[in-house]
């Protein structure tokens, strides 16, 4: 799932939303390194969550193949407590 941020004028904190030229439409601050920056971060953001969401899925399925349905339950709550807080990290 893409990880939609919003990107703000460095300069005068105005949400970009168009940037004609590669520049702010408020201020008309050049903002194509921050805009490429801001992709990057949410490029790495999604990365790792795929990843450890696809470890998790696998591992929580491993495990959870031979418990009851009380132990399943309770591994996927663990492992999306987990996912929680990893991606919690991400993103702050």
């Not at 520049?23 to 450890?52: F, S």
């Not at 339950?73 to 407590?81: D, E, I, K, P, S």
């Amino acid at each position: 799932m893409p990880v939609a941020t919003k990107v703000d004028c460095p300069e005068c904190d105005q949400p970009l939303i168009r940037k004609p030229g590669g520049q702010c439409p408020n201020c008309g601050t050049d903002v194509r390194e921050h805009v490429l920056r801001a992709r990057l971060r949410e490029k790495r953001i999604e990365q790792v969550v795929a990843i450890v969401s696809t470890i998790l899925v696998l591992g929580v399925s491993l495990f959870a193949g031979g418990c009851t349905i009380v132990e399943g339950v309770l591994a996927y709550a663990v492992a999306g407590f987990v996912m929680y807080q990893l991606a919690r990290k991400t993103f702050f």
